[in-house]
């Protein structure tokens, strides 16, 4: 299995050197054979660009959500969208500039999960949807269809198509959306979570103290409950976003918050 992932490796290295340096494109939008893509993937894709234009701390634009199953997802609002310290993948963009500082030190295996680590992410976010933009039908393959017969096929791909580049997705800057999602998150009531309300109107925060709380709590909640690098899938800012039993519900950390903690 290891020298399946070696080539998968090297392959996106020759192919990401080839369209970075030989063909001079600045930005590049990689899918993976085992992808479907929704009606807006790329309309997404574009008005991605944009923000990232504008804000060095967007290094990527993803079109996946790891916890994008029906249950957790709010599928009357195709038009959500978040940052993320986690760098989901499957279906995503990057820019010439992040790919030459890569590029000198391109991993020889599991590339996915060393763009996770602090040292390629520098605190820098990825976008991602509520709705997934890709769908992935990849039972076959190099990791032998680990998580998909449980997890991956039941991703929801967005069936409702949105304008985004026609919208203003300022929000999304840094210098606007950490104050406004932290006081967004931190306002709404907290709850444990044998007390959250059935399709409540008003957000509620169920709190994790640590990861060993934040692993028992994800489990409890049926999202994905593994970190990468200290990370929780989909967080940001440490705050994974979810829907719960038709209640919008925010795991988050305590207060005062030091940082992920990569163990």
Known sequence: MLEGYTKISRHYKFALSEVFEKMKYET??????????????????????????????????????????????????????????????????????TWAELSVKWPAAFWDDWMRNPAQRKNRAC???????????????????????????????????????????????????????????????EKGILDIPAAGAQAVRVTYANTVDFKMKAKQLRIMDDLRAGVPRMAYMGVVSLMFNGQRVYLAPARPWSGYVDK
């Open 28 to 97: 590049v939008i990689i899918v993976e054979d085992d992808l479907d893509v929704a009606v807006d993937f790329f309309d997404y894709m574009s008005a991605g660009e944009r923000l990232m234009s504008k804000d060095k701390s967007i290094w990527c634009v993803s079109a996946w959500n790891d916890n994008g199953k029906e249950a957790f997802i709010d599928a009357t609002k195709p038009e959500l969208l978040y940052r993320a310290d986690f760098f989901p993948g499957l279906g995503w963009m990057l820019k010439h500039d």
């Open 127 to 189: 976008l991602r949807p509520e709705i997934s933009r890709t769908f992935t039908f990849g039972l076959v393959g190099v990791s032998q269809g680990q998580y998909w017969k449980q997890h991956l096929q039941y991703i929801l791909l967005n069936k409702k198509p949105v304008k985004f580049s026609e919208m203003n997705l300022d929000y999304l800057l840094k210098k606007n959306y950490d104050a406004d999602f932290e006081k967004l998150v931190y306002g709404s009531p």
